[in-house]
């Protein structure tokens, strides 16, 4: 059995230096918890000591946020809107969100395998479908749903052009957040647009490359601390979180806090 979340989220804030750790000021008066669940794919999920340098950007998410606003990550490899709720995952999320907390959502990776019918949805029909039911879900408990577009993968043509790869995910995502007042953040283009500042060889260093694998999906530390970046300012721009929220959003993050703990039976 892998460690649980309560462990996880112990081991993401011991990565951070003592004198650094959010949380405000000694004499600041203490605010209601608001806790930031992630439901997701491979991109954001908690990594493992088997898995390193592979780093999902929720590991990296509690570094720009008060201690106030913990992360819990329910993010899984493999996972599409579909099969997430198919196993109960949802089911979970929902059973401890609370009042005030937020659901960040985020699919699309593996929605998109045609050959896998436990795992695909049509974007316009079955994938909207399933990410209805997220935001419902949300809202009946008194929790607020956010859509976040998928963050996109490493792809360049032969000029060097940054190409997307999620076909129509990302227009029927944005489509939903619209027909349902849901705040979206837009993930998928802010990544592209950064891949195609960073450009072919610096994205490399952002990207799983190592000596044996090229994994153009999937994030190192300085990927993911990037692209956890994305999000809570998006999350800020939305209005999703205040100033108050966050911290660290402009300064370096030292690869170091990335931690993999052991996966335990």
């Given at each position: 059995?892998?460690?649980?979340?309560?462990?996880?989220?112990?081991?993401?804030?011991?990565?951070?230096?003592?004198?650094?750790?959010?949380?405000?000021?000694?004499?600041?008066?203490?605010?209601?918890?608001?806790?930031?669940?992630?439901?997701?794919?491979?991109?954001?999920?908690?990594?493992y000591a088997d898995a390193a340098p592979e780093?999902?950007?929720?590991?990296?998410?509690?570094?720009?946020?008060?201690?106030?606003?913990?992360?819990?990550?329910?993010?899984?490899?493999?996972?599409?809107?579909?099969?997430?709720?198919?196993?109960?995952?949802?089911?979970?999320?929902?059973?401890?969100?609370?009042?005030?907390?937020?659901?960040?959502?985020?699919?699309?990776?593996?929605?998109?395998?045609?050959?896998?019918?436990a795992r695909y949805t049509e974007p316009w029909?079955?994938?909207?479908?399933?990410?209805?039911?997220?935001?419902?879900?949300?809202?009946?408990r008194g929790a607020r749903p956010v859509l976040?577009?998928?963050?996109?993968?490493?792809?360049?043509?032969?000029?060097?052009?940054?190409?997307?790869?999620?076909?129509?995910?990302?227009?029927?995502?944005?489509?939903?957040?619209?027909?349902?007042?849901?705040?979206?953040?837009?993930?998928?283009?802010?990544?592209?647009?950064?891949?195609?500042?960073?450009?072919?060889?610096?994205?490399?260093?952002?990207?799983?490359?190592?000596?044996?694998?090229?994994?153009?999906?999937?994030?190192?530390?300085?990927?993911?601390?990037?692209?956890?970046?994305?999000?809570?300012?998006?999350?800020?721009?939305?209005?999703?979180?205040?100033?108050?929220?966050?911290?660290?959003?402009?300064?370096?993050?030292?690869?170091?806090?990335?931690?993999?703990?052991?996966?335990?039976?």
């Open positions: 059995m892998s460690l649980t979340r309560r462990q996880v989220a112990a081991a993401a804030l011991a990565a951070v230096p003592l004198g650094v750790a959010a949380g405000g000021t000694a004499h600041a008066k203490p605010r209601r918890e608001r806790t930031i669940y992630i439901a997701g794919d491979s991109t954001a999920a908690q990594k780093t999902g950007w929720g590991m990296a998410l509690p570094f720009f946020l008060h201690r106030d606003r913990p992360v819990a990550n329910h993010a899984v490899n493999g996972r599409s809107s579909k099969s997430f709720v198919d196993e109960g995952r949802l089911d979970a999320i929902l059973g401890e969100i609370k009042p005030g907390d937020l659901l960040l959502i985020q699919f699309a990776h593996n929605d998109e395998k045609t050959t896998d019918p029909t079955t994938y909207q479908d399933y990410l209805r039911m997220y935001v419902d879900g949300a809202r009946a976040a577009t998928p963050v996109e993968r490493r792809r360049f043509d032969a000029d060097g052009k940054a190409l997307p790869s999620h076909g129509e995910y990302p227009a029927a995502m944005r489509a939903l957040a619209a027909e349902e007042g849901v705040a979206l953040l837009d993930v998928q283009a802010l990544s592209l647009a950064l891949w195609q500042e960073l450009g072919v060889e610096a994205t490399k260093t952002y990207f799983n490359w190592t000596a044996t694998e090229q994994d153009n999906t999937h994030f190192n530390p300085p990927g993911a601390i990037a692209v956890a970046r994305l999000v809570v300012r998006e999350l800020l721009r939305t209005r999703v979180l205040g100033p108050r929220d966050v911290c660290r959003v402009d300064e370096e993050i030292p690869e170091s806090w990335i931690t993999w703990p052991e996966a335990t039976e």
